[in-house]
């Protein structure tokens, strides 16, 4: 249980509000799920200024030792509102989507636009798994062990100098907001 709790604590910057309202149109995620965060979103303001600050330890906020898990509406906040201005959908001109059934939902220009949205976002492995692949696709053309040997130093060279996945998304998102901010200067 340790090693799972630990995994997903390394893991747990997924679970950064601005994100959040992403898993809107997962289509693995139950409709009732998704109506909870809509409702939560729609109780939340929209802010004036968007903060990115992921919380260090999200598992304080979740509730694991009930019978199913808690629900991602708990991790709904001001700045989840972030994606729909990113994307000009406004609050208070095209909420009623939010307060429909989820089952609706696909039918709404504004939901269709923030499943678009999602469906083209770049998805990127871990660090972990691109070096296992690399490795992988390597390591059967090479025959010598000292090729395969320098090959796993090149790896590991690269991985020590690429900033982590946390580090990119954040600065990726402080980018968004700051050009969102800006859009108008």
């Known amino acids: 249980i ?3 709790l630990e995994s997903m604590k390394r893991h747990s910057w997924y679970l950064e509000e601005t994100l959040i309202p992403l898993a809107l149109v997962d ?8 109506e909870f965060i809509a409702k939560k979103l729609l109780s939340k303001p929209v802010p004036k200024v968007y903060n990115h600050a992921a919380s ?7 509730d694991f030792n009930k019978s199913k898990p808690p629900s991602l509406s708990l991790l709904v906040g001001e ?4 994606i729909f201005n990113l994307l000009n959908i406004d609050k208070s001109r095209d909420k009623p ?4 059934p989820a089952s609706f939902w696909p ?6 636009k923030l499943s678009e949205f999602v469906r083209n976002l770049e998805v990127v492995n871990d660090c972990a798994e691109r070096g296992i692949k690399l ?3 390597f390591v059967n053309t090479v025959h010598n062990e000292d090729d395969r040997q320098d090959i796993l130093i090149a790896v590991q060279h690269r991985r020590d100098h690429v900033r982590s996945e946390e580090q990119l998304l954040r600065s990726s998102c402080k980018l968004l907001i700051w050009l969102w901010q800006n859009k108008g200067r």
Request: hydrophobic share 35%; charged share 30%; glycine share 0%.
């Open 2 to 4: 340790e090693a799972v």
């Open 97 to 100: 989507w939010l307060s429909c």
């Open 135 to 137: 490795v992988s696709e």
């Open 107 to 112: 039918f709404v220009d504004q939901y269709k």
């Open 56 to 62: 260090n330890d999200i598992f304080c906020d979740l």
């Open 79 to 82: 700045n989840s509102w972030f």
């Open 27 to 34: 289509p693995d995620l139950p409709d009732t799920e998704k």
